[in-house]
């Protein structure tokens, strides 16, 4: 398993979770990072990315003050730090990986990521 997502469950809305995706391989730590997110019946939406460093993140309009990237490269994991959760955040969210050396993110689509995480659930009662 190269991504390993962890950290969902449920809350109530208005409360904070926390998402972890662990990398093996040192390769991951010269990769942009991203979490996306697809509820049911919606399509899959970018939620946020980070620059290899962590020096540099991007956000979706809908999360952007609420949600929080960040990347520990000793450790081989990102987080998805998720505060002031409300039902239209309740999906499966995905971590997923640049190829190596795509160490900043130029788009937010998909189609920039190699390899992906296996989901957790992410479900926030009203």
């Known amino acids: 398993v190269q991504l390993q997502a962890s950290g969902g469950g449920l809350v109530q809305a208005g409360g904070s979770l926390t998402l972890s995706c662990a990398y093996s391989?040192?390769?991951?730590?010269?990769?942009?990072m991203g979490w996306f997110r697809q509820a049911p019946g919606k399509t899959q939406e970018f939620v946020a990315g980070?620059?290899?460093?962590?020096?540099?993140?991007r956000y979706a309009d809908s999360v952007k003050g609420r949600f929080t990237i960040t990347r520990d490269n000793v450790k081989n994991e990102a987080y998805l730090q998720m505060v002031s959760l409300g039902p239209e955040d309740t999906a499966v969210y995905y971590c997923?990986?640049?190829?190596?050396?795509?160490?900043?993110?130029?788009?937010?689509?998909?189609?920039?990521?190699?390899?992906w995480g296996q989901g957790t659930q992410v479900t926030v009662s009203s």
């Open positions: 997923a990986a640049a190829p190596p050396g795509t160490l900043v993110l130029t788009t937010t689509t998909p189609a920039q990521f190699q390899t």
């Open positions: 980070i620059s290899w460093s962590g020096d540099s993140a």
């Open positions: 391989g040192r390769a991951f730590v010269l990769s942009a």
